[in-house]
């Protein structure tokens, strides 16, 4: 994509207005005029995605639910995998970025994969149960981001899998064998992406930890677009639902 497509997303990012009364309208008046330029711009921005989906072992014939999956950009990281699952269900709240979505899916004659508008807080697939649900960048964008991981934790059969890449700040004393980011850093990411109502909070890997097994647990930090010396702290997480119910 050129130049002048960066400028409009980046417009979007730090000039445009975000509207609306409800959670679906802010995100529509967020990405409507971003849409088109959506992914080339994105993956420079968020880091991890790819190494998220390698890093996840779904078992042949599964239902694997990606929540705020948007464009349908993370289907190019399955590969051949795509075939051999049972159904993917898109799930976001921005009928923008589903259209781009539908029309990925039409080009690459996909035909056990469904765009779905829905809340990731309330989503349920019809087949009753899922194998794998996945948050890329997006846990930080729901408003009831606990809602959403309980229901994530909810449509998962027992031993399923969840990924997550986000953003996200440390707590000022996390638990042992996690990294603690500096006041700087606790203090810059939030005010910056606040204004596009991106949230990263020290509270999603402790509760992904407290909820799930965890199989795998990076925490990295990425380049950000036109600003070459400057570094975004984020995390790739896999974990298991635990096959033991017990006080749920």
Do not use: C
């Amino acid at each position: 994509m050129s130049f002048l497509s960066d400028l409009k997303v980046l417009y979007h990012l730090t000039m445009k207005p975000v509207r609306g009364q409800s959670h679906a309208a802010r995100l529509e008046s967020f990405y409507s005029g971003q849409a088109a330029a959506y992914d080339s711009f994105r993956r420079r921005l968020l880091k991890g995605r790819e190494q998220l989906w390698n890093s996840i072992d779904e078992p042949a014939g599964a239902v694997w639910v990606d929540m705020g999956g948007g464009t349908g950009g993370n289907l190019e990281f399955f590969g051949d995998r795509l075939s051999r699952l049972k159904k993917v269900y898109v799930v976001d709240l921005s009928p923008s970025l589903l259209e781009i979505a539908r029309h990925r899916v039409q080009e690459h004659g996909w035909q056990n994969v469904q765009p779905v508008e829905a809340d990731a807080t309330a989503f349920q697939p019809s087949e009753g149960l899922a194998d794998v649900v996945t948050f890329s960048y997006s846990l930080t964008m729901i408003p009831d981001w606990f809602a959403a991981l309980e229901n994530a934790y909810a449509m998962l059969r027992p031993g399923g899998l969840i990924g997550v890449v986000d953003f996200y700040v440390s707590r000022k004393y996390p638990q042992d064998g996690l990294n603690r980011h500096g006041w700087l850093t606790r203090s810059f990411w939030p005010i910056w992406f606040n204004s596009d109502n991106v949230f990263p909070s020290p509270d999603h890997v402790p509760l992904l930890f407290r909820r799930f097994d965890p199989l795998h647990f990076d925490e990295l930090r990425g380049k950000v677009p036109y600003l070459p010396l400057v570094r975004a702290p984020y995390y790739v997480f896999v974990g298991r639902k635990p096959n033991s119910t017990v006080g749920d």
